[in-house]
């Protein structure tokens, strides 16, 4: 064991909390090296010294002062419980104002009732029947601006230009 | 019978206010002396000593015994004690800098050895300026030092409170004794006197 390995452990050694092989090691090289033989003697003649300083003894009112701080401190009520924590409390609140937000905002797209759903399968067949659709009064009151000859002809015939809506 | 600390803080968790005035009458002469120690003003380890007291009995619900209970108050007791020193002199150098120097806060100088004996021993006494060299240690060599010399924890549990290893902790040690060993060289030379100078076998 070296100098510098003796010194973690000279510690140990001396306030007698080392293990036997420790002790073993240290009092090994104590014998071998004067220099730690030395400080180990030191710090036995410091603990001593350390032991000079006096006891310093709370003062005669320490007690009352302490009971009278904890008597002052709030006592756990049988309500307590309906009292809400403070990081509950604004969980909670953060919830509620999430969901008047959301519940606020517009969808994108209106949803469809089941028997929207089932009426716009009903009427696909007459929405198909571009025949129908071309023989309405309705397309009859669209204002015809200017008309070319193609779109003429493409108008007439309806099943040329192809394909269902 | 002896009840532990576990088991009195266990009774205190119960609702029985008894058991915390035994664990008070337990510790609080060495709380009031390590916080003292750590602050080197009466008024102020009182106070930190109070504070410890009531953080213990308001945490009394959520006790658990997993670690020892000395180690959970030195090291409710270490903190705030650290905080206080740190509060404190941040408060100096805030209020007074041009103020001339406190006189314990003065840089601890090491003269020739006869001349530090003198001066210490007339001006003041032997113990006060041991408590002087100590508080001068490095905070966390200092935490080490007076739960190891004064309150002679084990150094599991140092450890825990200061948050390190059990080898760095033997380090810490090592390191601090040896500088108590130089500072304190004249001390250790001299034969112990006691408050009536006397000699007294070390």
């Known amino acids: ?69 904890i008597a002052a401190e709030p006592r756990p009520r049988w309500f307590q419980w309906l009292v809400p924590q403070p990081r509950l409390a604004f969980s909670i609140a953060l919830l509620v104002a999430l969901s008047v937000w959301l519940a606020r905002v517009p969808p994108s797209k209106p949803a469809l009732t089941t028997d929207d759903q089932f009426q716009m399968i009903e009427h696909l067949g007459v929405l198909e029947n571009y025949d129908l659709l071309s023989k309405s009064d309705v397309l009859a009151e669209v204002p015809v601006a200017t008309t070319r000859p193609a779109d003429q002809n493409d108008q007439n015939t309806p099943d040329d230009g192809g394909g269902s809506l | 019978m002896t009840r532990s600390d576990v088991q009195l803080m266990l009774d205190v968790k119960a609702g029985d206010d008894e058991s915390f005035a035994l664990l008070l009458r337990r510790y609080r002469t060495p709380l009031v002396n390590f916080l003292y120690r750590m602050v080197r003003d009466t008024a102020t380890a009182e106070d930190l000593a109070q504070e410890v007291f009531l953080r213990v009995y308001r945490a009394r619900k959520q006790y658990s015994p997993s670690a020892k209970f000395t180690t959970w108050m030195f090291r409710i007791a270490t903190n705030l004690a650290l905080n206080s020193i740190r509060d404190n002199r941040y408060h100096q150098m805030e209020t007074s800098i041009d103020a ?103």
């Not at chain 1, 973690?8 to 002790?23: C, Q, T, W």
């Open chain 1, 1 to 69: 064991m070296k100098c510098e390995d003796v010194s973690k452990e000279l510690i140990a050694y001396l306030d007698r909390r080392a293990n036997s092989a420790e002790r073993l090691e240290v009092e090994e090289h104590l014998l071998a090296c004067e220099g730690c033989r030395k400080r180990a003697e030191e710090f036995r003649k410091l603990w001593t010294v350390l032991d000079e300083v006096p006891v310093q003894e709370p003062s005669f009112g320490f007690d009352a002062r302490l009971r009278q701080r």
């Open chain 2, 100 to 202: 001339p120097a406190d006189e314990d806060s003065a840089p601890l100088e090491l003269p020739a050895r006869e001349m530090r004996i003198d001066e210490h021993m007339v001006e003041r006494d032997r113990s006060d300026f041991i408590r002087r060299v100590v508080s001068s240690l490095p905070e966390k060599q200092r935490v080490a030092v007076l739960l190891h010399k004064y309150e002679e924890m084990d150094y599991g549990e140092i450890a825990k409170i200061l948050d390190c290893s059990e080898s760095a902790l033997k380090s810490l040690l090592f390191r601090a004794y040896e500088t108590l060993r130089v500072q304190l060289a004249p001390l250790v030379a001299q034969p112990v006197r006691t408050s009536a100078g006397e000699g007294r076998a070390s």
